[in-house]
T-cell receptor
Framework: SQTIHQWPATLVQPVGSPLSLECTVE??????LYWYRQAAGRGLQLLFY??????ISSEVPQNLSASRPQDRQFILSSKKLLLSDSGFYLC???????????FGPGTRLTVL | AQKVTQAQTEISVVEKEDVTLDCVYE???????LFWYKQPPSGELVFLIR??????QNEISGRYSWNFQKSTSSFNFTITASQVVDSAVYFC???????????FGPGTRLSVLP
């Protein structure tokens, strides 16, 4: 069966510090991968998606970037965090485009 | 353009009551998929159901049931005999066969009181 991992689970970072969140999927190959952000009490905002290694599409221009160095690894990064980057970050995978997305446990980021 | 509306922001019910969560969608595609996800307080989104546009049969899974009506572009979710553990935010989502990504509704926060 497939599982998706995210770490860390929680993170508190000062403004201006760098960020690296990691997501890995097990039990499947060549998944589509997604990063979402959810601000407190709000809906889901798609940040990035990837259909293969090194292929990243950005949905929202912002302070963040994503990379996919391996087939089942998806990394969300920032060089300098802003207060507005606080939120709950969710990684998801699907087998094909438009297919069911399965979500990881999320990372709760607080920028102070 | 695709859009998902969940008009109910918050609903509160007492345990054992039935509750229906509404979802209305917009799409120009003839082939599309509809989903419901549950987000409990822990935060992880849990997949509940997927329905494709060619299958209008209603589905029942235990206390959960879904009513898909293309005529009204709705995909409503009913919980029968609600329980405290049903308290969560529920998201409806749409994906088009020709598209890449999901569109999520804003979510409905359900509180089931003991």
């Amino acid at each position: 069966s497939q599982t998706i991992h995210q770490w860390p689970a929680t993170l508190v970072q000062p403004v201006g510090s760098p960020l690296s969140l990691e997501c890995t999927v097990e039990g499947t190959s060549n998944p589509n991968l997604y990063w979402y952000r959810q601000a407190a009490g709000r809906g889901l905002q798609l940040l990035f998606y990837s259909v293969g290694i090194g292929q990243i599409s950005s949905e929202v221009p912002q302070n963040l970037s994503a990379s996919r160095p391996q087939d089942r690894q998806f990394i969300l990064s920032s060089k300098k965090l802003l207060l507005s980057d606080s939120g709950f970050y969710l990684c998801a995978w699907s087998r094909r485009r438009a297919d069911t997305q399965y979500f990881g446990p999320g990372t709760r980021l607080t920028v102070l | 353009a695709q859009k998902v509306t969940q008009a109910q922001t918050e609903i509160s019910v007492v345990e054992k009551e039935d509750v229906t969560l509404d979802c209305v969608y917009e799409t120009r595609d003839t082939t599309y998929y509809l989903f419901w996800y549950k987000q409990p307080p822990s935060g992880e989104l849990v997949f509940l159901i997927r329905r494709n546009s060619f299958d209008e049969q209603n589905e029942i899974s235990g206390r959960y049931s879904w009513n898909f009506q293309k005529s009204t572009s709705s995909f409503n979710f009913t919980i029968t005999a609600s329980q405290v553990v049903d308290s969560a935010v529920y998201f409806c989502a749409l994906s088009e066969a020709g598209g890449q990504n999901f569109v999520f509704g804003p979510g409905t926060r359900l509180s089931v009181l003991p």
